[in-house]
Nanobody, 123 residues
Framework: QVMLVESGGGLVQAGGSLRLSCLVNGRTSNSYIMAWFRQAPGQGREFVAASNRSGGSSLYADSVKGRFTISRDNAKNTVYLQMNTLKLEDTAVYYC????????????????WGQGTQVTVSS
């Protein structure tokens, strides 16, 4: 059984930065493709970023390219999402997800999900 625990969310002003963390409990993180998704109020959950097992390859949604960076420290079983130049539209609950398959952005392929952490960007 794998449990994903997100942390690092909070309230930040537009233009600011936050770093989210996702701790992988129950199995070593290098077993998984890791990803971040988000869900804004009244909207569906959308892909943000994903990393392959080593951290050497990643995918990003167009809306966050150049502003967000996914990284991982497999020795600490932790995946990060560094979010810079935050915009009002980045306000959402951010979810960490794990997949034992290949590097994809499609959420239905992700087998394990965290409970989410709220990120609120204010003007």
């Amino acid at each position: 059984q794998v449990m994903l625990v997100e942390s690092g969310g909070g309230l930040v002003q537009a233009g600011g930065s936050l770093r989210l963390s996702c701790l992988v409990n129950g199995r070593t993180s290098n077993s998984y493709i890791m990803a971040w998704f988000r869900q804004a109020p009244g909207q569906g959950r959308e892909f943000v970023a994903a990393s392959n097992r080593s951290g050497g390859s990643s995918l990003y949604a167009d809306s966050v390219k150049g502003r967000f960076t996914i990284s991982r420290d497999n020795a600490k079983n932790t995946v990060y999402l560094q979010m810079n130049t935050l915009k009002l539209e980045d306000t959402a609950v951010y979810y960490c997800a794990a997949d034992m398959g290949t590097l994809v952005s499609t959420q239905r392929w992700y087998d394990y999900w965290g409970q989410g952490t709220q990120v609120t960007v204010s003007s």
